[in-house]
């Protein structure tokens, strides 16, 4: 065996060093990437032929009273005549984020199924929101990374598109922001009146979550309580809870999967893990938190400390579709 002279030994053991240290920081690094939530991707989603498929059914409650509505002042924000549709008729204006039936069962819950890696063909179309009497509809919706979101101006007012991906523990970042034109099919006049909504044009904008991300929210920069919140899926096994609090996701590969439910006022994702087995059903009722304590920053006081009067003109503030509940 040949014997190292003494600068080859120094060498070597330089090498030694710094191996051991690239080492470490790959360790330390994939430790981070792991804290953060951004694992490994995985393979990619495969189509085939679904044989014996089981299903995954139940309802999802909501455990404690439900929240009232968050309340956010008519005179801070613009257009208080025509958003006042959605206000109670003495200067709040109301953003219902739950909805839940007289037991209790959350609406607006999204349900989906991670770790399917081969089912169904995965077609899911650009999800389209609306702007209609100064809120965003769906609440709750789902988006794909890489696609598209639609906004629809339905309203005569201007909007303000702020989209951002979000994470408990990431935090948020901006995605786009763009301007929501007047909807040119209305006629100024008696903004009271009932229209007919006619759609404006089209504003398509792609997403791309970054991180680990999987939270999309949209909110309008002029009327802060339009709120439009979607979660990112990465196949079609998922469904979105109804007035019932109910879900039914069927056609499911064999095998054992994370059951995940998710409402965007809740807190972190609901998981459970579940196994589907040949032309097997499996019923997994489950319960989310509902908030606790008073919203201070939403929270409806009467009588407002900012009414209708400071605007400095008579104003008669019709809560037209507040009455329609």
Same mark, same amino acid.
């Given at each position: 065996?040949?014997?190292?002279?003494?600068?080859?030994?120094?060498?070597?053991?330089?090498?030694?060093?710094?191996?051991?240290?690239?080492?470490?920081?790959?360790?330390?690094?994939?430790?981070?990437?792991?804290?953060?939530? #951004?694992?490994?991707?995985?393979?990619?989603?495969?189509?085939?032929?679904?044989?014996?498929?089981?299903?995954?059914?139940?309802?999802?409650?909501?455990?404690?009273?439900?929240?009232?509505?968050?309340?956010?002042?008519?005179?801070?924000?613009?257009?208080?005549?025509?958003?006042?549709?959605?206000?109670?008729?003495? *200067?709040?204006?109301?953003?219902?984020?739950?909805?839940?039936?007289?037991?209790?069962?959350?609406?607006?819950?999204?349900?989906?199924?991670? *770790?399917?890696?081969?089912?169904?063909?995965?077609?899911?179309?650009?999800?389209?929101?609306?702007?209609?009497?100064?809120?965003?509809? $769906?609440?709750?919706?789902?988006?794909?990374?890489?696609?598209?979101?639609?906004?629809?101006?339905?309203? $005569?007012?201007?909007?303000?598109?702020?989209?951002?991906?979000?994470?408990?523990?990431?935090?948020?970042?901006?995605?786009?922001?763009?301007?929501?034109?007047?909807?040119?099919?209305?006629?100024?006049?008696?903004?009271?009146? #009932?229209?007919?909504?006619?759609?404006?044009?089209?504003?398509?904008?792609?997403?791309?979550?970054?991180?680990?991300?999987?939270?999309?929210?949209?909110?309008?920069?002029?009327?802060?309580?339009?709120?439009?919140?979607?979660?990112?899926?990465?196949?079609?096994?998922?469904?979105?809870?109804? *007035?019932?609090?109910?879900?039914?996701?069927?056609?499911?590969?064999?095998?054992?999967?994370?059951?995940?439910?998710?409402?965007?006022? #809740? *807190?972190?994702?609901?998981?459970?893990?579940?196994?589907?087995?040949?032309?097997?059903?499996?019923?997994?009722?489950?319960?989310?938190?509902?908030?606790?304590?008073?919203?201070?920053?939403?929270?409806?006081?009467?009588?407002?400390?900012?009414?209708?009067?400071?605007?400095?003109?008579?104003?008669?503030?019709? $809560?037209?579709?507040?009455?329609?509940?």
């Amino acid at each position: 065996m040949k014997r190292l002279t003494r600068s080859e030994q120094r060498d070597t053991s330089c090498k030694r060093r710094a191996t051991k240290c690239a080492r470490a920081a790959s360790a330390t690094l994939l430790g981070l990437s792991l804290g953060l939530g #951004t694992a490994c991707p995985s393979a990619a989603y495969e189509v085939v032929e679904v044989r014996n498929g089981g299903a995954v059914t139940g309802a999802i409650a909501l455990v404690g009273s439900v929240p009232a509505p968050k309340g956010f002042n008519l005179v801070t924000f613009p257009d208080p005549v025509y958003c006042g549709r959605i206000s109670d008729g003495n *200067g709040w204006r109301l953003l219902h984020d739950f909805t839940a039936d007289t037991a209790g069962r959350l609406k607006d819950v999204v349900v989906m199924l991670d *770790g399917v890696e081969a089912g169904k063909s995965f077609d899911l179309s650009v999800p389209r929101v609306e702007a209609r009497d100064c809120r965003f509809s $769906p609440f709750v919706t789902v988006v794909r990374d890489g696609h598209a979101v639609e906004v629809v101006n339905m309203d $005569p007012v201007m909007h303000d598109v702020q989209a951002y991906e979000t994470s408990l523990l990431l935090g948020a970042r901006v995605l786009f922001n763009s301007p929501l034109p007047m909807n040119p099919h209305h006629k100024r006049g008696d903004i009271h009146a #009932t229209h007919r909504h006619l759609p404006g044009p089209s504003m398509l904008e792609r997403i791309h979550l970054s991180k680990g991300r999987r939270i999309f929210v949209m909110q309008c920069g002029f009327h802060a309580y339009m709120e439009s919140w979607a979660l990112a899926v990465t196949s079609l096994y998922y469904v979105i809870t109804d *007035g019932a609090g109910r879900y039914a996701i069927e056609n499911i590969p064999p095998g054992t999967y994370r059951l995940v439910a998710w409402h965007p006022q #809740t *807190g972190p994702m609901l998981e459970r893990m579940v196994t589907v087995e040949p032309n097997g059903r499996v019923t997994m009722n489950l319960s989310l938190q509902a908030p606790v304590g008073r919203r201070t920053a939403f929270q409806v006081m009467e009588p407002p400390r900012f009414g209708p009067g400071v605007l400095g003109r008579p104003l008669e503030i019709l $809560p037209l579709v507040e009455h329609q509940h």
